[in-house]
């Protein structure tokens, strides 16, 4: 994600477009820039880092102009630096865009420009659009934006000035954009909190359409040309409500954002069935596979030794990065290092990639963090695009690794020329709307949560792909709530954690369908005759288990494959509710970062 603001009005500009990035920072951090229509011509500042790197800027002090674009990213395609922080410029810099989302084939776009003689000078996918909009260009801004529009695969939510108009162009498909109405004045964002503190009222524009604003006045249409009369709506909420799109933590809308995170994170990798990953090594030659990394990232890991295992049908092992990093692994060159992590900063897991990659071996992140120190030292990667993820315990962004590794085994399976099940590409393409279905089903988990939010101690069981998923369970209720949990493979609590099962231990059980249901059972019927309390994630059509459990969570049917990508919803807001009702910091809970960056 990254946020954009854009004002056309009467008022000092620098500050609206400074404090309107800065309400968009939860959209994007890693860069950021302004451009100003002034003197005939186009200003324009960028800088590194954080919105506050560019609020410093002495330059900033002269700017003065009636028109302005600014943005704050979050990369997607090439490092944060100055170079590739937006708003990008056309080749004779009279024309200014910014721009969110992703353009899956800018590739194809920046290489027709390129040979026409345009100079691209940034890695990004955005820039491409500046150019385009150059290239179409006869004094028509408007029609110059929708030439290059129809060219464009993938999302956008962009902003577009020329030193000639005095008029911003916006348009909008998959990533949000709204028009504020002002007095004599007019706003485009990504998003309300960045215009609240000027205008209540927005109109949020629709996919497929686009829109001239000048300082009295906006139109809109779809890129058909037909005119639209988008309705203006009056905005009730505080911008702190408007931040968090009105749920009460970070943590929460993360949980509900996942059938978008996981939209983006499959966005353009598959594709006429096959699988499109750009890794930049031979993986077929590969003879086993050695997955490292930290908490939950190593949950994960989890789960994709045993989709690489038995979809890939590649050795697989899996080690906490803080172990790896000092136990003298057995590592080649014919083995592959895969590292995950969210932040890309982990010190540990960026200590055991170094240590694989001294030992020969090649190395794959699958790291949110674009530009991360990790994802610049691996040799290849799989970036998540889940957008920035603010509450410290880890939610859209596992679920997205779970897909990412999914996606790479898949990708392996087909490099081996192994035929990939064609049911299984679409029943991934169609996750997120299962993982929507799981959403609709919180309150009921609220409903549990209220019972069991002054437990002291609970386990979490599970068989299979289900036995990591029994331990994120456990880490998220741990690490949000303060309540002692454990997760085991569900067969183990007869070696020992049966001796703590009494109506004090409730026992979580993620028992949805699949081959070890039967198993599954038995265990819990172990856990019902020593008066455990047990809680069962069921699918929807399983009514057995509804004879044997205390409480019941269902949750959509899906193939066992994709099976811990959905069970592990209900489990993040079991922990979410309970850490809620128990009065705690969700988003910042004590003892915790974000990124674990010392050892
Ligand atoms: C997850 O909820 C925790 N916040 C923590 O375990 C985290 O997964 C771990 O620190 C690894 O972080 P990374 O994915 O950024 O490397």
């Not at 108009?165 to 706003?187: C, H, N, T, Y």
């Not at 050695?290 to 690489?308: D, E, M, N």
């Amino acid at each position: 994600m990254c946020g954009i603001i854009g004002y056309i009005g009467q008022k000092k500009i620098s500050p609206i477009l400074i404090n309107g990035l800065k309400k968009l920072e939860y959209r994007g951090y890693d860069s950021a820039g302004i451009c100003v229509l002034e003197n005939g011509g186009l200003t324009i500042i960028k800088k590194t880092g954080r919105i506050e790197e560019l609020a410093k800027s002495p330059e900033l002090k002269n700017v003065n102009g009636a028109i302005g674009i600014a943005h704050t990213r979050w990369a997607t395609h090439g490092e944060p630096n100055e170079q590739n922080a937006h708003p990008h410029l056309d080749c004779e810099q009279k024309i200014a865009i910014v721009h969110n989302g992703i353009i899956e084939n800018y590739q194809a776009l920046r290489e027709l420009l390129i040979k026409e003689g345009h100079k691209i000078s940034s890695e990004t996918d955005s820039e491409v659009l500046a150019h385009l909009i150059e290239k179409f260009y006869k004094g028509d801004l408007l029609k110059a934006v929708k030439e290059t529009l129809a060219l464009v695969d993938g999302a956008y939510g962009m902003a577009v000035i020329h030193k000639d108009q005095d008029k911003i162009v916006v348009a909008r498909k998959g990533s949000p954009l709204i028009i504020g109405v002002g007095e004599g004045e007019m706003f485009v964002a990504s998003d309300v909190p960045a215009i609240l503190e000027h205008t209540k009222k927005v109109i949020y524009l629709n996919d497929d359409e686009i829109a001239v604003i000048g300082q009295n006045d906006y139109q809109i249409t779809n890129l058909a040309g037909e005119k639209l009369d988008n309705k203006i709506e009056e905005i009730k909420w505080s911008v702190e409500q408007m931040e968090k799109k009105g749920y009460k933590h970070f943590m929460l809308k993360e949980i509900f954002e996942q059938p978008e995170s996981i939209s983006n994170t499959l966005r353009g990798r598959i594709k006429d069935g096959k699988i499109k990953l750009s890794i930049d090594f031979d993986i077929k030659e590969i003879k086993k596979i050695v997955i490292t990394a930290c908490g939950t990232s190593w949950h994960s890991a989890l789960i994709g030794k045993y989709l690489l295992e038995s979809i890939a049908e590649i050795s697989t092992e899996v080690d906490y990065a803080s172990e790896f990093r000092y136990r003298q692994p057995i590592v080649t060159k014919n083995d592959l290092a895969i590292v995950i992590s969210q932040s890309g900063e982990t010190a540990d897991t960026l200590a055991a990639l170094r240590e694989a990659k001294q030992r020969g071996a090649k190395s794959l992140g699958i790291i949110n963090v674009v530009g991360s120190t990790i994802s610049r030292e691996v040799d290849s990667g799989i970036y998540l695009h889940a957008g920035p993820e603010i509450g410290v315990a880890s939610t859209k962004a596992f679920t997205s690794q779970v897909v990412a590794l999914l996606l790479l085994t898949l990708y392996i399976r087909q490099e081996k020329g192994i035929a990939l099940d064609k049911e299984l590409l679409e029943d991934l393409a169609d996750i997120p709307e299962k993982i929507d279905q799981a959403l609709h089903r919180a309150e009921e988990v609220k409903e549990i949560a209220q019972k069991f939010k002054d437990i002291k101690n609970f386990l979490y069981l599970g068989r299979g792909l289900n036995f990591p998923v029994a331990l994120e369970g456990a880490l998220k209720l741990k690490e949000i709530s303060y309540i002692h949990a454990e997760g085991y493979p569900a067969a183990e609590i007869k070696h020992g954690p049966i001796a703590l099962i009494d109506e004090n231990m409730p026992v979580v059980f993620i028992a949805t369908k699949n081959s070890l249901s039967e198993k599954i059972i038995s265990n819990m019927e172990e856990v019902k005759a020593r008066q455990g309390v047990v809680i069962a994630l069921v699918s929807d059509s399983d009514e057995r288990i509804e004879k044997i459990a205390d409480y019941i969570i269902k949750v959509p049917e899906v193939r066992n494959e994709l099976s811990a990508i959905v069970n592990s919803i209900p489990l993040q807001l079991l922990a979410y509710y309970i850490a809620d009702l128990r009065g705690l910091d969700v988003d910042k809970p004590r003892n915790l970062a974000k990124s674990v960056t010392v050892e």
